[in-house]
């Protein structure tokens, strides 16, 4: 059973994501809104894996991903805002 966090990108948008067992069991939608910049406007989860912090792991996997890429986020999504808010060491990206 693999939950590693996986990204699919292309000049305009992407998507970080789990499966479970080939089963797509949560999903965080971005967009290219700059040269340097990414608007994360989604974050879902199935409703059985809620509440097991698979949704703050694919907020940690843009978050090194916009450092390895010298990009910032911009947490248009409730959820990903809530994550930064709590997480004074994902600040270096927004």
């Known amino acids: ?3 590693k966090v996986q990204l699919e990108n292309n000049e ?3 998507v970080f994501y789990i499966e479970n067992n080939g089963e797509l069991v ?3 939608i971005f967009r290219h809104t700059g040269s340097k910049q990414i608007t994360i ?3 879902e989860v199935t409703d059985d ?3 097991k912090g698979l949704g703050k792991e694919m907020v940690t996997e843009a978050v090194s991903y916009a450092r390895k890429e010298g990009l910032t986020i911009v947490p248009s999504c409730p959820f990903v805002a809530h994550v ?3 997480n004074a060491n994902f600040k ?3």
């Open 26 to 28: 949560g999903k965080m």
């Open 12 to 14: 305009k948008e992407g």
């Open 84 to 86: 930064f808010d709590k």
């Open 1 to 3: 059973m693999s939950k």
């Open 41 to 43: 406007d989604h974050t």
């Open 49 to 51: 894996e809620t509440g």
């Open 92 to 94: 270096d990206v927004l």
